[in-house]
């Protein structure tokens, strides 16, 4: 059974930084793509950041480029979250997703396989 588990989460002063990390376990293969998808109360579910397999140009949402920095381990299907500069308006539940097959480092939820519990992230202003 394949399980996604993030961490990293919790609140922090606007302009502060945190890293959420994701762990996937029982899958023996390499996802061909992780995503981190957020999730704010009464808002849709929207992409942030994904990357895919042996590609150097990760896919970013516009409201976090150049704050979040999102890195994979292709061995370890692990993946991380670097999250820099917060603002009140990044406050939501963080999911971690991943996908077996597909092309490029899509926002499409649907082209997931995958998904985490999420961990909340909370920024006060």
């Known amino acids: 059974q394949v399980q996604l588990a993030e961490s990293g989460g919790g609140t922090v002063q606007a302009g502060g930084s945190l890293r959420l990390s994701c762990v996937a376990s029982?899958?023996?293969?390499?996802?061909?793509?992780m995503g981190w998808f957020r999730q704010a109360p009464g808002k849709e579910r929207e992409g942030v950041a994904a990357?895919?397999?042996?590609?150097?140009?990760?896919n970013y949402a516009d409201s976090v480029k150049g704050r979040f920095t999102i890195a994979r381990d292709n061995e370890k299907n692990t993946m991380s979250l670097q999250m820099t500069s917060l603002k009140p308006e990044d406050t939501a539940m963080y999911y971690c997703?991943?996908?077996?097959?597909?092309?490029?480092?899509?926002?499409?939820?649907?082209?997931?396989?995958?998904w985490g519990q999420g961990t909340q992230v909370t920024v006060s202003s």
């Open positions: 029982g899958y023996a293969g390499t996802f061909v793509r």
């Open positions: 990357i895919y397999l042996g590609t150097s140009f990760p």
């Open positions: 997703a991943a996908a077996r097959s597909g092309g490029g480092p899509s926002f499409w939820a649907g082209g997931y396989d995958y």
